[in-house]
């Protein structure tokens, strides 16, 4: 095998697991998903022994990354899309995402694709190719918080794990629902938590009312708002896959948005609190 990189491993406070720590160290492994693929080919080496998912990186340690028989990487590819960029500094950014992009995965035209073309290069020692450290789903649009080292990477994971990232989010929901609440129907059979506060409510001679929600969710569960507004049998407008029959929106998309997050920058200690207008299409029903 022929030898592409070496990566001597900073000094970790605690130890953390390679497929942790790696994620973005080589160029042409950006991904968590490529990293544990390349692990599990035998193509990374720890201080010459094959690596496990599981091997607990210290600091000092030699890592090694090996060319396979296929490509794995997908990274040098560049989506042209000009994203909207709401923050940026040497560790970290905040994107605007538009609706109906992808933020990762096989396909071309998606975020991840995008990020390098448009986000300034970070001139720290531990840079990295920039990725995202959530997701939105691909018909919501809003803001999403991308790491561009690897520490910032690391860190941002443990405060999401840590729930110290509060995200607020907008949507246009369909039907009645109290002025407030809580929604902790369990999905996929595990904890989830959604607060909720109706801010405005018009009447619609299609769809009954329609009401402004903003959304905070304590947990991260796939689909989760639109899944647990649909569970109070008021789905959100736009939404094919969680709808009322016979009450669906078409050619306008999803009305959910992520419009604020918040959260102690990790290494400057300053707050963040990054929020973005609604967009457009909301102020057209609520203006």
Do not use: C, W
């Amino acid at each position: 095998m022929k030898l592409i990189a070496t990566h001597i491993s900073k000094k970790q406070n605690t130890s953390i697991r390679i497929q942790e720590y790696a994620v973005g160290i080589f160029e042409t492994i950006p991904t968590k998903s490529a990293l544990k693929k390349a692990i599990k080919k035998g193509l990374v080496f720890v201080n010459g022994e094959k690596a496990s998912t599981a091997l607990l990186i210290k600091g000092s340690e030699k890592i090694e990354l090996y060319e396979g028989e296929t490509d794995i990487n997908t990274s040098k590819k560049k989506f042209d899309i000009t994203l909207e960029i709401l923050f940026e500094d040497e560790y970290l950014a905040i994107i605007n995402k538009p609706a109906g992009v992808l933020v990762s995965g096989n396909s071309f035209a998606t975020i991840n694709n995008a990020l390098p073309q448009n986000l300034k290069r970070s001139s720290l020692s531990d840079v990295t190719i920039p990725r995202p450290v959530h997701r939105l789903d691909y018909p919501t649009s809003g803001l999403l918080l991308i790491g561009k080292t690897t520490s910032s990477i690391i860190e941002l994971n443990r405060l999401f794990e840590l729930k110290l990232i509060q995200k607020t989010y907008h949507a246009i929901s369909i039907g009645n629902l109290p002025k407030n609440g809580e929604i902790n129907t369990p999905i996929d059979s595990k904890v989830a938590l959604t607060k909720f506060s109706v801010l405005k409510t018009v009447s619609s001679e299609r769809f009954g009312n329609l009401n402004l929600v903003e959304l905070q969710p304590s947990t991260g569960r796939r689909h989760q708002l639109r899944k647990h507004l649909f569970s109070l049998n008021s789905p959100i407008l736009g939404d094919k896959d969680y709808y009322l029959e016979g009450l669906i929106l078409k050619g306008n998309g999803l009305y959910l948005y992520a419009s604020s997050l918040k959260f102690i920058h990790p290494f400057t200690s300053k707050t963040i609190n990054i929020s973005s207008n609604l967009p457009k299409k909301f102020e057209r029903i609520f203006p």
